[in-house]
């Protein structure tokens, strides 16, 4: 039976810390564009996509690398097969990456099977192209399998809750997941869309400081939790990077914040807050 479990009491994140910040970026190009109904593609909407992967990924990665913060960067599988050198930049620079399916599948349109393929193909091409199997994940939506799916699989988080402000647990038949919710506030729904001019970059900075601002007052009387969701073919598009820069430039000047990678946030939780044994949260396992 899939139950959840949250912590009772005050909230806590390393010495000096108040509020962790995660920097999470949905990697994907026109994996989910799907074909008109005469077969044809749509050439704008397809290509708004793929400039994530072709242009903005770098504008992103030399943004961070000046703010000297690290990200973690869900990425569809394919992705990593179509664009190894944009991968491996983001390895090299200490970032993270965990899966987002492989074409950017609606997790809640699959099989049982479908889901477990995957899932399975996936960490295998991020293996591929990075050594390393990824132990997060975000789908495009969640089914009713997704949790017991990445349990059996050996992931270590899920984000894809918006119920709660901070970390829990999802527990099934002696494993746990580390579940890091998301907030409604990402630049998917403050710009909008990704094929239009619609959204002010000035609005979105204010929608995020407002966040943030409230989490960090909040951070008095226990830790709090800020997570940011951004894409690079609409976070990397001009004007709007600087808003991306903005903000983390913003949460730096803020007392006691740790912008870290979502497993290191993950990581504390399960050793720290919930005192999880580690053999109950497996690491995931060769595909």
């Not at 949905?26 to 077969?39: C, I, K, M, S, Y």
């Not at 965990?98 to 599948?105: Q, S, T």
């Not at 990704?194 to 009387?221: I, Q, Y």
Request: net charge negative.
């Amino acid at each position: 039976m899939l139950t959840e479990r949250h912590f009772k009491g005050t909230f806590h994140w390393p010495k000096g810390i108040r509020t962790a910040v995660t920097l999470t970026f949905d990697f994907q190009g026109g994996e989910d564009v799907r074909p008109l109904p005469d077969g044809s593609m749509d050439h704008e909407e397809y290509t708004q996509c793929e400039y994530g992967p072709h242009t903005g990924i770098w504008r992103i990665l030399r943004l961070l690398e000046e703010e000297k913060v690290k990200a973690t960067f869900n990425t569809c599988g394919g992705i990593a097969e179509r664009y190894a050198d944009a991968v491996k930049a983001i390895v090299d620079q200490g970032h993270e990456i965990a899966g987002h399916g492989y074409h950017h599948e609606v997790a809640r349109d699959l099989t049982r099977e479908q889901e477990d393929d995957v899932m399975r193909r996936t960490g295998a091409m991020i293996k591929q192209r990075t050594g390393h199997q990824p132990i997060g994940w975000r789908s495009c939506t969640q089914s009713a399998n997704s949790i017991e799916l990445l349990m059996q699989h050996g992931y270590l988080w899920n984000s894809n809750s918006f119920s709660h402000d901070l970390p829990f647990v999802w527990e099934s038949n002696g494993r746990h997941l580390i579940e890091l919710p998301r907030q409604p506030y990402g630049d998917g729904r403050t710009y909008q869309h990704r094929n239009n001019d619609a959204g002010n970059p000035g609005d979105t900075l204010l929608v995020w400081k407002s966040m943030f601002d409230c989490f960090h007052r909040e951070s008095r009387s226990g830790g709090t939790y800020v997570p940011f969701q951004f894409h690079p073919y609409i976070s990397g598009r001009p004007g709007r990077a600087e808003t991306l820069q903005a903000i983390i430039q913003h949460m730096k000047k803020a007392e006691g914040t740790w912008i870290a990678t979502a497993t290191d946030v993950a990581r504390w939780c399960r050793d720290e807050v919930f005192k999880l044994d580690r053999d109950a949260v497996p690491m995931a396992k060769a595909s």
